[in-house]
């Protein structure tokens, strides 16, 4: 069944790939429209900002990262190869800074990083991309459980999780057991680090809301960091979270501006530790390219 979603997938980023720069654009519109609108539509100035759980959201964007970076270590393992932490942690923060480019740079560059530790060229890809399912599918889990209640909710929650045992599996059968445990575990952990930003994020922008709902919009937040047909998936996070809040009857302006709060700081966090790695690194020793 991966395998049919990793041919499905081709032939719908081969679409995407010639209408890519009209994408990039009206996604860019979206996204800057969409901030403006939601400043103005919540009176909301940069001084009235709550410091303290800007403060909380900025202490969580270390964490994000090194989970990223112990996730991308886990990829490599998958591929029965070894990456190590330093290394890991470079490419999965350049690969967040590279998806603010019209390309889909990001899931290219964890791809080179598996290749430079040993992986076949398509294995990368495969490994990479399905890495990716599993964190959409669990997100769908928690945000669906949390949007709807009675058998709809239990549905949805054993639906995901019938799906990331699927995904599990195959990740075991190249792999190990304890390697696909592992990567469930430093998912969950993700989307549990997720919803806690999300969570600040809302309370930074003075729209406090309970931590059930900042589940729901976790899955809006990583819909725009799976998509890659726009740069960092650009606006397509905010808009989805505005559709969220309109459904449960919430702020649409504040969802969006709390998950564009919550991107801006995980690339600027992303950028520093990027910069600071390519800074100390002989670049020569390390390949960017997909090749093999």
Known sequence: ????????????????????????IVFALIFVCGISYSL?????????LNAAALGAVICFVPLSILFNTA????????ANQKLRFKEALGYSTTATIANLLPVPAGMLIRGSALV????????????????AIMWLVMAIGISG??????WT???????????????????ANRSSIGTSISFVGVRAAMLAILIVRLYFCFLAINAAIAFEEAAIYAVA??????????????????GFGAMLAEAIGSAPAAAFLALGLNRILGLLGSGVIATFFWLKTDRSSVSLGMSS
């Not at 430079?116 to 890495?131: D, F």
């Not at 549905?155 to 999780?161: H, L, N, P, Q």
Request: with cysteine.
């Open 145 to 150: 459980f949390f949007l709807t209640d009675g």
């Open 116 to 131: 430079s530790s040993g992986a076949k060229v398509g294995q990368a890809g495969a490994i990479i991309l399905v890495a």
């Open 1 to 24: 069944m991966i395998d049919k979603v990793l041919s499905t997938f081709s032939v719908v980023r081969a679409w995407l790939k010639i209408r890519r720069k009209s994408i990039v």
């Open 153 to 171: 909710a239990g549905t949805i929650a054993a639906t995901s999780s019938v799906a990331t045992v699927i995904i599990s599996n195959w990740i």
């Open 221 to 238: 937040g990583i819909a725009g960091t799976a998509v890659t047909i726009v740069p960092a998936g650009l606006g397509i996070a905010e």
């Open 40 to 48: 103005l539509a919540l009176d909301l100035k940069v001084g009235e």
């Open 71 to 78: 996730e991308l270590q886990l990829c490599a393992k998958a």
